[in-house]
């Protein structure tokens, strides 16, 4: 994906996570790019604590697409996916991974809340452990603090 297709993705997934928001959920979001970066196949809210969106998302994509074609697609989510949701995107074979937000600058708005215990564990080092040459792009600058106002707002009325 080109630095513009990227930016245009994680606007897109900002813009799930604020509709989960809207609907009483945590502000997670996330699409599955195909291998062109442009076509959008799939979108996935955050659902609840254990149903995260990226988890979501991939189980749906496993179901629906072979894995062929999602080793060329990429998850584009708003927040680096926790082991879960890394694991999970592992299994799927989906192979690219573009997120905005890091989890240990989520970790730092969110503290210890008791609705998301985050995990101080970098997707990177979940991947490192498998077997699969996954493609990882993220924090992204450019979005970053986009993401992140919808956190910082989110977390404070908790």
């Known amino acids: 994906m080109t ?26 979001g996330a699409v599955l790019v195909d291998a062109d970066g442009e076509t959008v196949l ?6 609840d604590s254990v149903d995260h969106a990226e988890a979501v998302l991939a189980r749906v ?18 927040v680096e996916p926790c082991a879960m949701c890394a ?24 503290g210890a809340h008791a609705e998301n215990p985050t995990l101080d564990l970098p997707c990177r080092d979940v991947f490192s ?3 699969k040459a996954m493609r990882v792009v993220g924090p992204v600058a450019e979005v970053e603090e986009e993401i992140a106002a919808l956190h910082r707002d989110f977390w404070r009325s908790r």
């Open 3 to 28: 630095p513009q297709q990227i930016q245009q993705a994680l606007r897109r997934a900002n813009a799930v996570a604020q509709r989960a928001l809207e609907q009483g959920r945590h502000p997670f």
């Open 61 to 78: 994509a496993a179901k629906r697409f072979d894995p062929q074609r999602l080793w060329g697609c990429t998850l584009v989510t708003t």
């Open 42 to 47: 799939l979108e996935q809210g955050n659902v």
């Open 129 to 131: 452990r498998g077997q």
């Open 87 to 110: 694991g999970t995107q592992y299994w799927a074979h989906i192979g690219g991974l573009v997120y905005g937000m890091s989890e240990r600058r989520l970790l730092e708005m969110t």
